[in-house]
């Protein structure tokens, strides 16, 4: 979503405008430059906002407590420039064709069971930290009670804390 963002800037010509904005700012040069980038924006702080870098680490902050820190990934985006990736067709045959140990029959069948499993598995991981994240687990975000605990400045937080659960 973030290279639908950076096309949409692109396609307002306003790309080297928006490079030079800092961060920070970016959300609202967006609201206010390229309403469609902008809506895209917010289209993917609702879908991934609760993720982030070290995501799993509740002192860090998500996307979404942090907006800018996904403008710097626009922005990077836009100087690198969209250089479409495509992905490779993984054909198992042509792999196994290129492994220098051969394999019986019985082996190239277990090796493509184990495979899949493992792609299944790191879709499974992935799903899981982000519901873990999202609070899907619970009926509140672990990440975002961590943050408002640590800006309380008042002794009677505990209070607060347990009238909030």
């Not at 928006?18 to 206010?32: A, M, P, R, T």
């Not at 985006?77 to 969209?82: A, E, H, Q, R, W």
């Not at 492994?99 to 069948?109: A, D, E, N, Q, V």
Request: proline content about 1%; some cysteine.
């Amino acid at each position: 979503m973030i290279r639908e963002i950076s096309k949409s800037i692109i396609s307002s010509s306003k790309n080297e405008e928006f490079l030079q904005v800092e961060s920070i700012n970016g959300v609202k040069w967006l609201q206010e430059n390229c309403p469609e980038a902008y809506q895209l924006f917010t289209q993917f702080l609702e879908r991934h906002g609760h993720r982030g870098l070290r995501e799993l680490e509740y002192a860090t902050k998500t996307w979404s407590m942090e907006p800018e820190k996904v403008i710097e990934m626009v922005q990077t985006t836009l100087k690198v420039g969209l250089q479409e990736v495509k992905a490779k067709e993984i054909n198992f045959d042509t792999i196994l064709s290129q492994l220098k140990t051969k394999l019986s029959s019985r082996g190239k069948y277990v090796l493509r069971k184990v495979i899949s499993r493992y792609h299944k598995a790191i879709q499974l991981r992935e799903e899981s930290k982000s519901r873990i994240i999202q609070g899907k687990f619970f009926n509140f975000s672990l990440n975002e009670k961590f943050h408002h605990v640590l800006n309380f400045k008042k002794l009677n937080f505990l209070n607060k804390i347990f009238t909030n659960f």
